[in-house]
């Protein structure tokens, strides 16, 4: 399948993961990623929301979750080919079960990590060392290993390591077609694999003080959404409202969360101006990304 070429980077796409689409490239381009230094992406695909994000803010680190193996060696190979992939990293990883990532203190050859990671097909393994030799065997030993999209290794003395990581940001271009006929749409848009209410839930205890939780919705599904996030304590924050055409009726959302309660932020958002052409709105802010003529 073809690439698709950015100003910064290339995204390769496949068959078996959801393609570039613009609704990745509106929570790419609209995201509030500037304060943030440690960013979480669920249901990464092709990996396109978070090589958008790392362009727009070159400070921050981030991690990308997928529960679909394609998708996860895309993103990959994607990361790996980013003039920013020193800060990108990306786990074969079912977020429901996210908390159940273990470390080991002192890897060594990576010996027991790789073990338990055989033994415990589901979990995301981190590994510390205060050794550099230590980490550079290990590094190669993960790498070498039939689950190595699970594991990490870091030069870290534990006793400075904070063990409970949280996220400034979090982003989800989240699941919300109830039937879809290739298992490559059920795996990326059905609420089987993750519904709004698992998502919200796991992703809140998952935040900074300041975090936000920013996401990409159909607008009829923007009430539930909120109302779900409120009973977990997260606040609606921020709310673009999209049409896909001028005069249009607003077909998606993209809603900020936050643990503190603010004052709401609304905006609305046009795609096209006319079928076929971008309009003004969408071609500045994606002009850093694209390569459009303005006509």
Do not use: W
Not at 15 to 33: I, K, P, S
Not at 231 to 255: A, D, Q, W, Y
């Amino acid at each position: 399948m073809k690439s698709f070429k950015f100003k910064q980077f290339e995204i390769q796409q496949s068959e078996n993961v959801f393609r570039v689409g613009t609704d990745g490239v509106l929570l790419g381009v609209l995201a509030d990623v500037e304060k943030a230094s440690n960013v979480l992406e669920i249901g990464t695909g092709t990996g396109l929301i978070t090589l958008m994000l790392a362009q727009r803010n070159p400070k921050a680190a981030f991690l990308g979750l997928d529960i679909n193996e394609d998708a996860v060696a895309l993103t990959k190979t994607n990361f790996k080919n980013a003039p920013f992939q020193i800060r990108l990293r990306n786990i074969h990883q079912d977020f429901k079960s996210f908390d159940t990532q273990e470390s080991e203190i002192g890897t060594g050859t990576g010996l027991i990590t790789l073990m338990l990671a055989q033994r415990n097909p589901k979990a995301a393994f981190l590994g510390l060392d205060i050794n550099e030799d230590a980490v550079a065997l290990t590094k190669t030993n993960f790498k070498n290993a039939p689950f190595q999209t699970r594991l990490r290794n870091i030069h870290q003395d534990f006793k400075s390591f904070d063990t409970q990581e949280s996220f400034d940001l979090i982003v989800s271009n989240p699941p919300y077609f109830e039937e879809s006929a290739s298992d490559k749409d059920k795996m990326a848009r059905q609420t089987v694999e993750l519904n709004f209410k698992q998502l919200i839930s796991q992703a809140a205890g998952l935040l900074s003080e300041t975090g936000l939780l920013s996401v990409i919705i159909p607008s009829e599904a923007g009430e539930v959404f909120t109302s779900i996030a409120k009973e977990n304590s997260l606040f609606l924050s921020r709310r673009v409202n999209i049409t896909g055409i001028e005069n249009s009726k607003v077909k998606r959302l993209v809603l900020e969360f936050s643990l503190q309660e603010k004052n709401l932020e609304e905006s609305d958002f046009t795609i096209e101006k006319s079928p076929r052409q971008y309009s003004d709105q969408y071609l500045e802010l994606t002009k850093e990304f694209h390569v459009f003529n303005r006509s």
